[in-house]
């Protein structure tokens, strides 16, 4: 077999610790998938930008040219939404950002090798009674007989799904296992005709890319009380409803920096000049009253929950 070629990874050591990871077990898997790249990383802003490019562009193809890849993911999925003793699987499978959604393996599509999803890197059918006291991943040959489920153990959560039938399948999980105090975030793409028919009711509001990395940051340190202020006046489900197409049309788009009751934020960014693609995040004072009154046109799986 020929050596893989070596890539430098997406994920970062530290990403992995705050997924549950020791800092050991870390350090191993980070080596294990990527070499430390020649020359030092760009500034932080820089690299940001320049990981989140190259990663979009990726899943850009993954999603319209790989259905194999589709399928894969829609069964793995169905079986954690009505598994629930998968519950510690799905924190891997499900807790990544954009980000970190892919890793270094010379496996996963010939078109594109260096890409694989990070869930992939741990043993799936173990990994939900493998989790110590301390919630690390270390001690695989002592597993735990329970563990609590990722809505139950954090009271925010967010997540980024690049398509509809996935976000269904996310959002059966997030309503079977999230707890009272639990706020879940669900992101899905929107097709560019939606997009204006929710743009034409005065659902936006501008984010900064710096506010857009704090309000992920609080999402996923569950902070039900956040500096910002984001959780403060809302309930146990948020959705997060939005778009992220390379539209040309975008380019002649303005941004009414205004909410609406449903609407918490909207986000947008740019390249080379020109506006690349939109976010709204939409929620309601109560989460039952929220998936009752606006999933069932936008998210239907919501109905049968």
């Keep these: 077999m020929v050596p893989p070629t070596r890539r430098y990874s997406l994920i970062q050591k530290y990403w992995l610790v705050n997924m549950g990871f020791s800092k050991e077990k870390a350090e191993q898997l980070w080596n294990s998938w990527c070499e430390i790249p020649d020359k030092p990383p760009m500034p932080a802003d820089g690299l940001e930008t320049k990981e989140m490019q190259k990663l979009s562009s990726t899943v850009a193809i993954l ?175 948020t959705l997060l409803y939005g778009n992220i197409p390379l539209y040309r049309e975008y380019r002649r788009t303005r941004i009414k920096n205004e909410t609406t009751s449903d609407v918490i934020r909207k986000l947008t960014w740019s390249h080379g000049g020109i506006e690349r693609g939109r976010q709204c995040m939409f929620s309601a004072s109560a989460g039952e009253r929220f998936l009752r009154e606006h999933a069932k046109f936008r998210i239907l799986a919501y109905q049968d929950l």
Excluded at 64 to 75: E, I, R, S, V, W
Aim: overall charge positive.
């Design 63 to 237: 999603s319209t040219l790989d259905q194999g890849y589709h399928g894969m993911y829609y069964k793995w999925l169905q079986r954690r939404v009505f598994e629930p003793e998968r519950a510690m699987s799905t924190r891997l499978f499900l807790k990544p950002k954009e980000g970190t959604k892919f890793c270094d393996d010379y496996e996963f599509r010939p078109k594109h090798p260096g890409y694989i999803p990070l869930y992939m890197v741990v043993d799936e059918d173990r990994i939900h009674h493998v989790f110590d006291e301390q919630g690390n991943l270390d001690n695989l040959d002592q597993p735990r007989t329970t563990g609590a489920s990722d809505f139950s153990s954090s009271p925010g959560c967010f997540y980024f799904i690049h398509q509809l039938k996935l976000a269904e399948l996310h959002a059966r999980y997030a309503k079977r296992r999230a707890g009272g105090a639990s706020v879940a975030i669900l992101c899905v793409f929107v097709s560019f005709q939606e997009y204006w028919r929710l743009k034409a009711s005065g659902k936006a509001l501008s984010l900064s890319g710096l506010d857009w990395l704090r309000f992920v940051w609080e999402c996923r340190k569950g902070l039900s009380s956040s500096p910002s202020g984001l959780f403060d006046k809302y309930g146990k489900a």
